[in-house]
């Protein structure tokens, strides 16, 4: 079974703070995805990355897919109150996806 | 706008009841999933459908069964509702082919079984 471990579990920071959250695996991707899910609401995709070593950025958020392409990282500069929520990383098997354990981000005002 | 609806936001059941989780998808998607998130334990995968009448077990199928007579909707059933099953139960759908990793999901069912 593909494993994704997410570091940290949780995290609250204060508003305007940088932040990095952590994706891993023993296991190869072909591609990872993140997700954030917000209270009451449904996962929703943020980004997928495909290819090792690739950076892609969704304003404030900066993606990165480990070479080896069995990691991520997540970083959000000056985080606002409007990112606080659940951040999953997901990688592909077939039609299914294999979601990790999560990072619940509290941002403080 | 793309759309997965789950037909309740809270439900609260007995222990023996059997519970019906109906999820609808206005995409046209082949697939469709049922997830149960726990505190600390992402989600996780209690069973897929492929196509209709098509369903295969995911990664904690016991206790749980499923129906999709229809291409648009899934059903999630609990025969006899346990306090074990007490969680978010989150219900996705994606594409075939290009993109077919992208999930689209509901707001998710809250279920308190007591």
């Known amino acids: 079974t593909q494993l994704l471990e997410q570091s940290p579990q949780f995290l609250s920071i204060q508003e305007g703070e940088n932040l990095t959250v952590y994706c891993n695996s023993s296991?190869?991707?072909?591609?990872l995805q993140w997700y954030r899910q917000e209270p009451g609401e449904g996962p929703v995709l943020l980004v997928t990355?495909?290819?090792?070593?690739e950076v892609k950025k969704l304003k404030r958020l900066t993606f990165q897919f480990g070479d080896a392409r069995k990691d991520s990282s997540l970083h959000i500069t000056a985080a606002q109150p409007g990112d606080t929520g659940l951040y999953l990383c997901?990688?592909?098997?077939?039609?299914?996806?294999?979601f990790g354990t999560g990072t619940r981000l509290t941002i403080i005002p | 706008d793309v759309k997965v609806t789950q037909s309740s936001r809270y439900l609260v059941k007995r222990t023996g009841e059997k519970v019906f989780l109906e999820c609808v998808q206005d995409?046209?998607?082949?697939?469709m999933f049922w997830y149960r998130q726990d505190p600390g334990l992402g989600l996780r995968l209690i069973y897929f459908?492929?196509?209709?009448?098509?369903?295969e077990k995911g990664d904690i199928p016991e206790g749980y069964s499923v129906s999709r007579e229809k291409k648009e909707r899934f059903s999630l059933i609990l025969e006899s509702a346990s306090t074990n099953q007490t969680s978010m139960y989150l219900c996705?759908?994606?594409?075939?082919?290009?993109?077919?990793?992208?999930?689209?999901f509901g707001a998710g069912t809250r279920l308190s079984v007591l």
């Open positions: 990355v495909v290819t090792g070593g």
């Open positions: 996705a759908s994606s594409r075939t082919g290009f993109g077919k990793n992208i999930q689209y």
């Open positions: 997901a990688g592909p098997r077939n039609e299914k996806l294999t």
């Open positions: 995409m046209d998607h082949e697939n």
């Open positions: 296991s190869v991707f072909s591609s």
């Open positions: 459908s492929y196509d209709v009448k098509m369903k």
